[in-house]
């Protein structure tokens, strides 16, 4: 006997619908500490599973209804899952592909931005926790750091009535592979990123105060570098700054990707100096980031918060220089995996026709 299989996608919809599923997790403990889908239930029961015990899984009671999805890594111990529960009468279905194809899986959040004639809809990657923004004004649009398929910006943009006219990118990413350029060709949209020689393809470089229009409202280009050499805030209306990954909601970005130990510390006390520049704007300023280190719920709730309310949470914002270096690189976390290749690729502007393997994992580019 096989179950049947759900995609990503059709779990996708039935989360945001809030229709009634359990989300049962069958992998093991540590790999489900690394990522997992919001509100989804866990059995340690890969093993007895893989063993055709037939106790496995006997004690588990949906909590949602009838209809249960069960996930694994890639889609396989979860038929067995499934299978199990199709016997004892239970509408069980597996998700195909696992948690790997999980990574694609998206949301989306409307960010209130009084004060600005722009609307921002947050785009969020629920399994990597890669956050993209599209930016609405007057019929344009602009997209910031989109980390997922080009025809989902589309269709968001769609049913808001918004042309995509610009791609940004805050930094040459190193925890995803990006979709910017490739979004860009796709909507004859002006590929803007900051200047850098970093990259081996044509792109509208961008320089520290240059303004971008989306509509009637501006963006503008904050060079904030430190994160990476190029990094770049670009602020909306003077009321919300998308962030990349120099700043988050209560962490900032990590110097020391791709570069020594000694141009980690040079380029921490660099971050030290864009951050005092960004908390230097006005404590009511939204901060919008790149990557959350949490699976984003389909609440629909944004993933932002006031400057001043992150800089009450984020303690490293208020050391003095040579303690926010130190501190910085003693607490830095593991590297993002297969971050060179990821750096590679995106430096190329290549994305490979399944990126799922490379982008695996959750991302790890803040320091708390
Ligand atoms: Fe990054």
Not at 232 to 248: E, N, V, W
Request: charged share 25%.
């Amino acid at each position: 006997m096989t179950a049947p299989t759900i995609s990503t996608e059709g779990l996708r919809e039935l989360l945001q619908q809030g229709a009634p599923v359990t989300v049962l997790d069958v992998r093991p403990a540590a790999e489900r500490a690394e990522w997992a889908i919001p509100g989804s239930l866990h059995a340690d029961a890969y093993d007895v599973l893989r063993r055709g015990d037939p106790t496995a899984l006997a004690d588990f009671r949906p909590t949602n209804g009838n209809r249960v999805v069960t996930v694994c890594a890639a889609g396989k111990t979860s038929m067995l899952a499934a299978e199990r529960l199709r016997a004892r009468g239970l509408d069980a279905v597996s998700l195909e592909g696992g948690m790997r194809a999980w990574s694609l899986a998206w949301n989306t959040a409307e960010v209130p931005c009084p004060g600005s004639t722009a609307r921002i809809v947050q785009l969020r990657r629920t399994g990597k926790g890669c956050l993209s923004y599209l930016i609405g004004s007057s019929g344009d649009a602009a997209v910031v750091d989109a980390s997922l398929d080009p025809q989902i910006y589309h269709r968001v943009a769609d049913e808001h009535g918004w042309r995509i006219r610009t791609v940004l990118e805050t930094h040459v990413h190193a925890d995803h592979l990006s979709r910017a350029r490739a979004l860009a060709a796709d909507t004859g949209a002006r590929l803007c990123l900051p200047t850098t020689d970093r990259v081996s393809f044509e792109y509208a470089p961008l320089k520290d105060g240059d303004i971008m229009r989306v509509g009637s409202a501006g963006l503008r280009a904050l060079h904030t570098p430190g994160h990476t050499p190029e990094s770049t805030s670009y602020l909306l209306d003077d009321r919300a700054l998308f962030t990349g990954d120099t700043l988050f909601l209560g962490a900032v970005g990590r110097p020391d990707l791709e570069a020594t130990t000694d141009e980690s510390r040079g380029r921490a006390h660099v971050l030290h100096a864009s951050l005092r520049r960004l908390v230097a704007l006005p404590p009511e300023t939204v901060v919008l980031p790149a990557h959350t280190s949490e699976p984003v719920a389909f609440d629909g709730r944004p993933i932002s918060a006031t400057l001043g309310e992150v800089q009450e949470r984020t303690s490293l914002l208020r050391e003095t220089e040579e303690a926010f270096v130190s501190q910085i690189l003693a607490r830095l976390p593991p590297t993002p995996p297969n971050h060179h290749r990821i750096v590679a690729l995106n430096e190329a502007g290549k994305l490979p026709v399944d990126p799922t393997e490379l982008e695996a994992g959750a991302n790890r580019c803040a320091v708390a």
